[in-house]
């Protein structure tokens, strides 16, 4: 099946500054790789997600990249804000295929010092 | 007010009871999920299911049970077999079995003694 690696684990820095949290996957299949953010005491929430025709994606301060022939890929933070901090977990999955589910990593906590 | 309702918020049981952790969403949501999270462990997949009557496990469903009579609801059994059941459980759901994105609930936090 599946296997996720997230890095860092922990991962501080100051306001203003950029954040970089990378994954690995092992399924060549794989195809969709969301990251969810969860704030301390909420629920995870998608924040952006890409699939594996294009290679990057952006939407404001937070973009993601996708390397296939590496299989991997990175959540990109930029003008960090207090706000950001969180626990951000990405994901991967094979939705092409009969079984629909995620297999995430181990979670990124962000900590973003004003 | 759309969303993912898990009941209660804290459970507490002692071992060796069974206890059901309630999960309604009112999304209209063919699909609903359960996942494990523990520190350091990010969220494992329990059980399943894409369509009323129907589930599938998941990675570490042993120790667990579900049921999916009703489109709205997909109630997790965590039962007296499973070894470490104090964690916390998010239920989740999605729009169809081919689209993995997921809207959560608030999580309950069951903890066994």
């Known amino acids: 099946g599946e296997n996720v690696e997230q890095h860092p684990s922990t991962l501080s820095v100051q306001e203003g500054d950029s954040a970089v949290i990378k994954c690995t996957y092992s399924?060549?299949?794989?195809?969709?790789f969301p990251w969810y953010k969860q704030e301390l005491g909420k629920r995870p929430q998608l924040i952006i997600d890409i699939r594996s025709n294009v290679g990057e994606k952006k939407d404001q301060r937070i973009a993601v990249t996708l390397n296939k022939t590496a299989k991997h890929f990175s959540l990109h933070i930029t003008e960090t804000q207090p706000e950001d901090s969180a626990v951000y977990f990405c994901a991967a999955s094979n939705s092409g295929g009969s079984n629909y589910k995620l297999t995430f990593g181990k979670g990124t906590l962000l900590t973003v010092n004003p | 007010d759309g969303g993912i309702t898990q009941s209660p918020k804290y459970l507490f049981r002692k071992e060796g009871q069974n206890v059901t952790l309630s999960c309604e969403q009112n999304?209209?949501?063919?699909?609903m999920y359960w996942y494990r999270q523990d520190p350091g462990q990010g969220l494992r997949l329990i059980y399943y299911s894409q369509i009323v009557n129907d589930f599938q496990k998941g990675d570490i469903a042993e120790g667990y049970s579900v049921s999916r009579e009703k489109k709205e609801s997909f109630p997790l059994t965590v039962t007296s077999a499973q070894k470490n059941p104090t964690a916390f459980y998010l239920c989740a759901s999605s729009i169809r079995a081919g689209s993995l994105s997921l809207h959560f609930g608030n999580g309950t936090r069951l903890t066994v003694t």
């Open positions: 999304l209209n949501h063919d699909a």
């Open positions: 399924d060549s299949a794989s195809n969709y």
